[in-house]
């Protein structure tokens, strides 16, 4: 048996691992020059610490079998080191400066219209879903008269946060699928997502991994799949295709698509129009000495003006959108912050990360309330100019069905699986999410080969 892996990030590197230990032979077929997909951790900073680009933190903490293995890990003594750095977050404003939110109670009303966006949706299961800035105003107009000016005026603008979760605008952003239900504490990976990585990596033949090999077509329904890459044409008797959503969305004409042969059917390909992809951009900068008070907390979000309308054609503005620093000297004890961007400024500095600095520096000089210097090292993330990547992972915006791709790619095509953050429900979006999912494709081969019992747990995915 010889099982054909396209994709070398986490989804595809969990697959490997289980069936390589299950004595299988397994090739990894990854277009880029390194294993890890959208996990990428940069450690060539002056400062000498782990950066990552992708993903950073351990979601669903009480429910993340992969945490869950990295604790026992560490308490075996390997070298993980894990924050919870979920403290009460500054925010700043560009008239205003710091806001007092307790006093302005902001907080608990951001909490009840979050409620209100929950009973909304939940309690009417069809009504029609509208961007998460419509919800916000309808809750707004209803709450007229019992909110105060500052609260009318920010608590929406609070609400937008979410735009960093999503990576897309609020004006897009699904209602109905906007709120973020963790289960359990984020739990911040600070010794580097790196680290998952290369222990799976560890466990793989090195000549069962193949660089910068990319996929152009794959022929399927017969008992062999074909292949074709820049290296030619191989067959195998499974292929699991890790891929991220948004190269599976190309159309077949489109640079950097998969041209398969026969078509995806057509249950498949509607479902992937009834989902986007998000882009959530990240920016280091690292300065030669700390300059910001050392009582600035972990988290530091940038609240965008309120009334400073958004124009996809025009070049983003300073606070025309939310911004999230992590102010790294908690962290790691280094002068170095942390930004991360929603959609459409992801996409525009990401193009021009030269240009990060000048947009962030009237934000952080807001919240050091001085004369600020310049950054010695910028470090910018690129995942929406990635030809691999095209994004960040799935979102949704106003309409979409995020279940329908799931149930129709965890189907998968008989011989042909797919595996990503994109293809599970639980921890979808997430690197749990993907690490489950390429254990289950793997399990899938394993028990189409009678190497494992069938289990009814194992489909319920």
Not at 147 to 158: A, C, I, S
Not at 191 to 205: A, C, E, F, K
Not at 312 to 330: G, K, Q
């Amino acid at each position: 048996m010889n099982i054909g892996i396209i994709g070398g990030g986490i989804s595809g590197l969990k697959c490997a691992q289980v069936l390589n230990d299950h004595g299988l032979k397994i090739e990894i077929l990854e277009a880029r020059n390194r294993l890890g997909g959208r996990i990428k951790t940069h450690r060539d900073g002056i400062h000498g610490v782990p950066y990552d680009l992708g993903a950073s933190w351990f979601h669903d903490t009480l429910t993340n079998e992969l945490f869950d293995q990295v604790v026992a890990d560490k308490k075996n003594g390997k070298d993980y080191e894990l924050v919870y750095d979920d403290g009460k977050p500054l925010y700043v404003l560009e008239d205003e400066g710091v806001l007092d939110y307790d006093y302005e109670k902001l907080e608990q009303v951001k909490a009840e219209a979050c409620k209100y966006i929950e009973l909304r949706y939940f309690e009417n299961l069809n009504l029609t879903d509208v961007p998460l800035k419509d919800t916000v105003q309808s809750y707004l107009t209803r709450q007229e008269g019992l909110l105060t000016e500052k609260q009318q005026l920010y608590v929406g603008q609070m609400l937008r946060d979410l735009e960093l979760w999503h990576g897309v605008s609020w004006d897009e952003m699904s209602s109905k699928y906007a709120l973020v239900d963790n289960v359990g504490r984020n739990c911040y990976n600070k010794s580097g997502y790196d680290q998952i990585v290369d222990s799976l990596r560890s466990s793989i033949p090195e000549s069962s991994v193949r660089l910068e090999c990319v996929v152009n077509r794959i022929e399927r329904g017969g008992r062999k799949v074909k292949v074709h890459s820049n290296e030619g044409v191989k067959e195998y008797d499974f292929v699991i295709v890790t891929v991220p959503q948004s190269i599976l969305q190309l159309g077949p004409n489109e640079e950097g698509s998969i041209l398969w042969e026969p078509s995806l059917p057509e249950l498949l390909t509607q479902s992937l129009k009834k989902i986007h992809f998000g882009f959530l951009g990240k920016f280091i900068f690292e300065f030669d000495q700390l300059y910001w008070d050392r009582s600035i907390p972990d988290r530091i979000v940038s609240i965008a003006t309120p009334g400073k309308e958004t124009n996809i054609n025009a070049i983003p503005e300073t606070w025309e959108f939310p911004v999230l620093f992590l102010n790294l000297h908690r962290m790691f004890g280094k002068p170095a912050l942390l930004a991360f961007t929603q959609g459409r400024l992801t996409k525009h500095l990401e193009s021009s990360p030269e240009l990060s600095w000048g947009y962030f520096k009237p934000i952080w000089k807001k919240v050091c309330q001085k004369n600020i210097p310049d950054p010695v090292n910028i470090v910018s993330s690129n995942w929406s100019v990635d030809p691999f990547s095209r994004g960040s992972y799935s979102a949704c915006l106003a309409g979409d069905d995020p279940m329908d791709p799931i149930i129709q790619l965890s189907k998968g095509l008989d011989n042909v699986r797919f595996a990503g953050e994109h293809t599970i429900f639980d921890g979808a979006g997430a690197v749990h999410g993907a690490w489950l999912s390429g254990q289950r494709e793997a399990n899938y081969v394993l028990r189409k080969l009678d190497l494992i019992p069938k289990s009814d747990q194992d489909d319920d995915w």
